[in-house]
């Protein structure tokens, strides 16, 4: 008979894993490099030299039973620390590089505190900020001068993994006494009302620029002002208005400022972004909890 330690082997433990995070066995054997076959073959085999089932067909995903729940959570943590060693070795003791930007040049103003807590818990990893690729966010990505982009546009092949960090919205920001405020009707702004007014934005791309065009539907004056400080202050003098994400911004509004919600409604979302595949084993989930966390901490703040 078997030993019950001699069952499990490392590819078990990454093929498990790669089922859960893929939700089948195709995705999971491009993901793994195999055939469908072989990685129903491997399944079977480890479901039977277990003796328990480790996943059920639910439609077309497969969902882990508590078995192979079991075994995701402890393939994680030991994938995890094996992936950890791993890469202590090939560096020879040098710190493992994370390369990171944003589409938004205001997240840096939060970012910094995701950064700082999650080098508290991997001293090991140090965090390279690419101010310069903020305009070219997903670009940069594709092109592998980051490892990880913060957008409102993630590439949606299979080779991107995203998870959502923030939700939001664009609103219009203006001085009380600003005349663009009475146009306001049942508390939101319409787009052709910001006809005829110059309009701040922070430093967006020509594909971001185009679409507001098309919204407002009239040639519009556009400056692009990357600081939010110097965009409230303008707007706070009563010559210009901003356009910008409430969750950005609204805590810095005082009470001479007013968020206008615009209609039709412009939601957006903020996803993290990065390939898939993940070649240099970066602890990229554990960035991604930090951030989530110091963004939520933003917008409760609002």
């Not at 319409?190 to 065009?213: P, Q």
Request: charged letters at 25%; a positive charge; proline letters at 4%.
């Amino acid at each position: 008979m078997q030993k019950a330690h001699d069952r499990l082997e490392v590819r078990h433990l990454r093929l498990a894993r790669a089922i859960a995070t893929e939700g089948s066995v195709t995705r999971a054997a491009g993901f793994l490099n195999l055939s469908q076959s072989a990685v129903s073959h491997q399944l079977l085999d480890l479901e039977r030299d277990l003796g328990t089932r480790l996943f059920d067909r639910v439609g077309k995903k497969m969902i882990p039973t508590i078995a192979g729940a079991r075994l995701i959570a402890g393939a994680e943590r030991l994938l995890g620390e094996l992936e950890e060693l791993e890469r202590s070795l090939e560096c020879g003791g040098a710190k493992l590089v994370m390369r990171v930007t944003t589409s938004c040049f205001t997240s840096y103003g939060w970012l910094p505190t995701a950064l700082t807590r999650f080098n508290d818990s991997h001293p090991d990893v140090e965090i390279d900020i690419v101010i310069e690729a903020t305009r070219r966010a997903v670009p940069a990505l594709i092109s592998d001068e980051v490892d990880l982009a913060i957008v409102t546009q993630p590439p949606a092949d299979e080779t991107w993994q995203r998870v959502a960090v923030v939700e939001s919205e664009l609103v219009t920001i203006a001085s009380r006494t600003h005349p663009i405020v009475a146009r306001v009707k049942r508390g939101h702004l319409r787009w052709d009302a910001l006809r005829g007014h110059e309009i701040l934005v922070h430093d967006i791309s020509d594909t971001d620029l185009a679409r507001l065009t098309r919204a407002v539907a009239h040639p519009v004056t556009v400056r692009k002002i990357p600081l939010s400080e110097a965009m409230l202050d303008l707007a706070r003098s009563g010559r210009s208005i901003a356009l910008v994400d409430r969750w950005t911004v609204e805590q810095q509004l005082g009470k001479d400022l007013v968020a206008l919600a615009m209609t039709p409604r412009a939601p957006r979302t903020f996803y993290a972004c990065w390939r898939r595949a993940n070649p240099r084993g970066l602890p990229i989930r554990a960035l991604i909890e930090e951030i989530t966390a110091a963004s939520a901490r933003v917008v409760t703040q609002r």
